[in-house]
Structures are given as structure tokens and as C-alpha cells.
């Protein structure tokens, strides 16, 4: 199994910044891409931002230029850096992350447990 632990969410004036962390751990022998999704009241969930394994970063066109996806390898934990937030931005953060278990195995995407992020203009 594995788990995936989020921390960094909060509440933020509109213009500040939040740091999103999301760890994971377990049954790991690989992981490919990581990324972080969100949902907000009565919206769909949707992508914000994904970082391949060879650091490939792609961006939802309304987070561009303000956030910041990387990763660290050695502790299996992917980061947002949410810049120049407004109301528009909060929502539940969910990061995800594929996993092979073995070496043979097929890559298995896992999500965080969600963390609130709200912006108060």
C-alpha cells in the first residue's frame, strides 16, 4: 500500500502564499509523475500543475507565472509554491502521484487526502 500525506494548506490574504507539501510512502519502488489537482465548491476537479520523473513541469493556464511544482526525489514528496493567491484559487488541493510497486508492474496513481486552501480578499 501506499499513502500519501498532504500538509500547508490554510487560510491566506489575497496576494499572499501558501506551500503545499505531499509525501509519500510505503510499498514504493518507482515513481513517475506527481501533480497536484483541486476542487472547488460545484466545480469539477481539475489539474493545476504536474512535474514528470525527469522534472518536466506542466501548468494550468490560470496558475502560470504564479505557481511553482517540484519535486524531491529522495523523499518521495512533491511540492506547490502557490504565489499572488486570489479567491479564485481556493479550493481542496489533492496531489497524486504514480507508483509501480515492482519493477514489473503497472504504474497505479494514488491521492492525497485533500488540504483546504482559502483566499480572503
Known amino acids: 500500500q501506499v499513502q500519501l500525506v498532504e500538509s500547508g494548506g490554510g487560510l491566506v490574504q489575497a496576494g499572499g502564499s501558501l506551500r503545499l507539501s505531499c509525501a509519500a510512502s510505503?510499498?514504493?519502488?518507482?515513481?513517475?509523475?506527481m501533480g497536484w489537482h483541486r476542487q472547488a465548491p460545484g466545480k469539477q476537479r481539475e489539474l493545476v500543475a504536474i512535474?514528470?520523473?525527469?522534472?518536466?513541469?506542466n501548468y494550468a493556464d490560470s496558475v502560470k507565472g504564479r505557481f511553482t511544482i517540484s519535486r524531491d526525489n529522495a523523499k518521495n514528496t512533491v511540492y506547490l509554491q502557490m504565489n499572488s493567491l486570489n479567491s479564485e484559487d481556493t479550493a481542496v488541493y489533492y496531489c497524486?502521484?504514480?507508483?509501480?510497486?515492482?519493477?514489473?508492474?503497472?504504474?497505479?496513481?494514488?491521492w492525497g487526502q485533500g488540504t483546504q486552501v482559502t483566499v480572503s480578499s
Open positions: 497524486n502521484v504514480d507508483v509501480g510497486i515492482r519493477w514489473d508492474s503497472a504504474l497505479v496513481r494514488y
Open positions: 510505503g510499498s514504493i519502488f518507482s515513481i513517475n509523475a
Open positions: 512535474i514528470s520523473s525527469g522534472g518536466i513541469r
